[in-house]
């Protein structure tokens, strides 16, 4: 694809060059010597590239290059890029608009302006490292050409200053800019409702899935299907009721304007060829009513109370799950109800959810942090991590009622799905109310706050400055939250993140700080998490979600682009579960693991094993059987005290590594090795992380109380093990035509338990329950709403209220 049409810049020479000892990084303090820059400037980052800089995504990386390169004189453009064999992004290359030669244009055609590209190298090169993220490992200062002075920047990279307020009383007018395309509608909105009309969305433009231009209508806009072919010299229409459409041309036009993306008014007509409502009936026309009003102005009591929730949500979660049970008769589902009997909150998974569960529940991640379009709809995904780390969605929720009460009907659905099997650690946002449900629902099992939802809170709660600061706080604010495995570093980046930025009177970051100990990684690293939030760190599956999802307006379409994505993810997952295994090291421990452990263990361990390789030991202290050293690693900070036991061959680390992944720590590998144990102790190579996790039989905890004799109940057990077995038989030609050749065998032997049983007359034919409402249940098939309403529904479905 050609490179974008880039403009010219004409400007002084290159003595416009910001100083040297501009800062780069947010974590570096201001040098008091730095010269003065300019008043006009004092509002703008004085931010400049370094080899080594951290960026959590490749945007991050460009809009801080773009920040940089209009403060210096130049318009940044993407150049190449490196992909994986999963298409992911691993290195790119953002460069001077002026890189590159052209080549010769005819003169007939429109020419470039002369000298638009000459070769410049000034760039920036950035590329993935194992945690996701990106580190600058090129930069090029020094351009071949003249640079442009910032108001000539400004005019190709666009307006920087936020979209001034407009008064809707003063109307429309050519060239307002807005933020959204929500925010034009709205504005547009209340000057309809002060001039006498309504408002309908008409015809929109997409480019590349991206919206760039709408078109607002009045609602008498067009005219009725049946009057669309009407002569207007024919006979006049008989007297009845004035016609809705009267093909009123009053409209609203706005355009995104690249690259800044906002909006902006293109055309505008203000007249209308009806008559308009006066200020005392104008609510009762369609975009004026209260329900619109109230989702516009985003009433705090409303939003708290429904999430959101708009007409037809309910019966659209209704009509996917109800289509995706006939799909598939083994999908679990639960709906519950506020007072009015209304479905207000909603909980789904497939039997390839409960497998996934059943061999990986020990860690359980309610991830909370999507926000699916501008009604924000409150879904939620139940995540695990496989023994490939690659995430799996253990279940699927849409809670438009998250009250205490809401968290906790939504655990409970979620332990029925899973047959009451506990899982080992269960991570959420922040929050009592997710406290007290896990400890009521699931008593044995670890609970904490997690530093992945603080960081994606940061956008919404700190969005001012999010926004002002573009990538620079966010690039800030990530190694606070993800690269501080020990208090005093932690303690000390919390400090300099604040007086950076201002943030000593911040009401939402001095909350954080007070409650620290409840999501900050140096105080649960005792908590077993398999590594997961650096999982979906660099994972594109939740990013993709997110992505996707915002795109679509109405509720069941975006649920159908949900089970799509999710279908098309765990397509591409196969193959991750049969790459070819690494070369077996000579070295004894590392063939050992590496015989044991998936190709993504054998990796977590190696990067261990590396860093004991640098590693110094001396002992510490000794009493009886009990010895203690101290393991320092080259250029890591800080020491750790390993405990080995020589009567039972147990040791830990305070590191607590082990503890918090399963993966042993290199301090623990260095006493090993002075204690000439060349192998890792059988108790350290934990089931999760061997090729072989899906591997043997497993017991559901099932109460058996729980063991109900309804068709339903036994038909979704059953649904469930042959979902099992179809798993694990797909994987291979011989263990399908296995099944296929017991399949006769099996249902010859079920006949003869119906003729023994007084049940001949079923022959062949599956027991399938009757769908519809049922009057009776057992008392296990009551499920409660948030405030308590019972709800009866089957072990797979709703049976009625």
């Not at 470039?112 to 920036?124: D, E, K, M």
């Not at 307002?176 to 409702?193: C, G, I, L, S, V």
């Not at 590594?531 to 979600?545: A, G, P, Y």
Request: hydrophobic share 35%; charged share 25%.
């Amino acid at each position: 694809m050609a490179d974008p049409e880039v403009l010219p810049l004409p400007g002084p020479d290159s003595d416009t060059n910001p100083d040297e000892s501009s800062l780069a990084v947010a974590m570096v303090e201001d040098d008091e010597g730095e010269n003065e820059r300019d008043k006009d400037d004092d509002d703008e980052l004085d931010l400049k590239p370094k080899i080594g800089m951290y960026f959590e995504t490749e945007d991050d990386a460009y809009e801080f290059y773009k920040k940089y390169a209009e403060g210096i004189g130049f318009v940044v453009r993407k150049s190449h890029k490196s992909r994986n064999t999963r298409l992911a992004v691993t290195k790119r290359w953002f460069v001077c608009h002026r890189q590159g030669f052209k080549q010769e244009r005819s003169e007939t055609k429109n020419p470039r302006a002369p000298g638009s590209r000459t070769g410049c190298g000034a760039c920036l090169c950035i590329k993935i490292i194992p945690c996701g993220a990106f580190r600058v490992t090129e930069f090029v200062e020094e351009h071949n050409h003249p640079l442009a002075d910032q108001p000539a920047v400004k005019m190709v990279l666009g307006p920087r200053a936020p979209p001034p307020l407009y008064d809707p009383k003063d109307g429309p007018a050519l060239d307002m800019r807005f933020e959204t395309e929500d925010d034009a509608y709205a504005f547009y909105n209340k000057y309809a409702e002060h001039v006498g009309f309504s408002v309908r969305k008409s015809y929109k433009k997409k480019h590349k899935g991206l919206l760039v231009s709408r078109i607002f209508v009045c609602s008498r806009e067009g005219f009725a299907e049946k009057d669309k072919h009407r002569d207007p010299e024919d006979t006049p229409r008989r007297a009845g009721p004035t016609p809705s459409r009267t093909g009123c041309q009053a409209c609203l036009i706005i355009k995104v304007q690249p690259p800044s993306k906002t909006f902006k008014v293109s055309k505008f007509v203000a007249d209308h060829n009806h008559p308009l409502e006066d200020p005392e009936s104008v609510h009762k026309l369609r975009s004026h009513k209260l329900k619109s009003k109230l989702l516009e102005l985003e009433l705090p009591e409303r939003r708290k109370r429904m999430h959101g929730m708009l007409a037809g949500d309910a019966g659209a979660a209704l009509e996917y799950l109800q289509n995706l049970q006939v799909e598939n008769p083994s999908l679990f589902y639960a709906v519950g109800c506020n007072d009015e009997g209304k479905a207000i909150n909603f909980f789904w998974a497939d039997a390839k959810s409960c497998l996934d569960y059943m061999y990986f529940n020990d860690v359980v991640l309610y991830d909370t942090t999507y926000s699916l379009n501008t009604y924000s709809r409150p879904f939620g995904l139940f995540i695990g991590v496989d023994n490939f780390r690659q995430p799996m969605i253990f279940g699927a929720a849409l809670m438009y009622d998250d009250s205490p009460e809401g968290i906790k009907w939504l655990f409970q659905a979620f332990n029925d799905a899973m047959h009451g099997k506990q899982p080992g650690s269960v991570l959420t946002d922040v929050g009592q109310k997710y406290a007290d449900a896990v400890a009521a629902v699931w008593p044995g099992s670890m609970h904490h706050a997690t530093v992945w939802h603080v960081y994606h809170s940061a956008k919404k709660n700190l969005k001012q400055l999010v926004d002002n600061a573009k990538a620079s706080f966010m690039h800030s604010f990530a190694p606070v939250m993800f690269e501080n495995e020990d208090e005093p570093g932690f303690l000390l980046s919390w400090d300099k993140l604040v007086e950076k930025y201002n943030l000593g009177d911040n009401e939402w970051m001095n909350e954080l700080y007070r409650t620290k100990e409840s999501w900050a990684l140096p105080y649960w690293k005792h908590v077993f998490t398999a590594d997961i939030i650096t999982t979906l760190r660099k994972e594109n599956i939740m990013s993709q979600l997110r992505k996707e999802l915002n795109e679509q307006e109405d509720l069941l379409q975006l649920l159908k682009k949900y089970d799509l994505m999710l279908e098309e993810y765990r397509a591409a997952k196969l193959p991750v579960d049969t790459e070819a295994p690494l070369p077996i090291p000579t070295l004894r421990i590392l063939k050992q693991v590496g015989n044991l452990y998936t190709t993504a263990a054998f990796k977590m361990f190696q990067t261990e094993f590396e860093d004991y390789m640098n590693s110094l030991a001396y002992p510490h202290a000794a009493a009886g059987m009990v010895s203690e050293y101290k393991v320092t690693i080259d250029e890591k900070p800080g020491e750790h005290t390993v405990r080995y036991d020589s009567l039972d061959g147990s040791v830990t680390c305070t590191c607590k590594r082990f503890e918090s992944t399963g993966i042993q720590c290199a301090h623990v590998l260095k006493v090993l090795d002075l204690k000439n144990i060349k192998e890792l102790p059988e108790q350290y190579i934990i089931r999760r992380w061997i090729k072989d996790a899906r591997s043997g039989h497993f017991t559901t905890d099932l109460d058996s109380s729980l063991r109900a004799s309804t068709n339903e109940a036994r038909y979704k057990d059953l649904c469930r093990i042959a979902s099992m077995i179809a798993a694990r038989a797909a994987r291979a030609d011989e263990a399908m035509g296995f099944i296929e050749s017991q399949s006769n065998a099996l249902m010859k032997h079920l006949d003869h338990i119906f003729q023994t049983s007084g049940f001949s007359e079923m022959g062949n034919h599956a027991a399938l329950p009757a769908p519809g409402p049922s009057s009776s249940a057992q008392p296990h098939n009551l499920v409660r709403g948030p405030q308590g309403n019972p709800l009866l529904r089957a072990a797979n479905g709703i049976l009625g209220v």
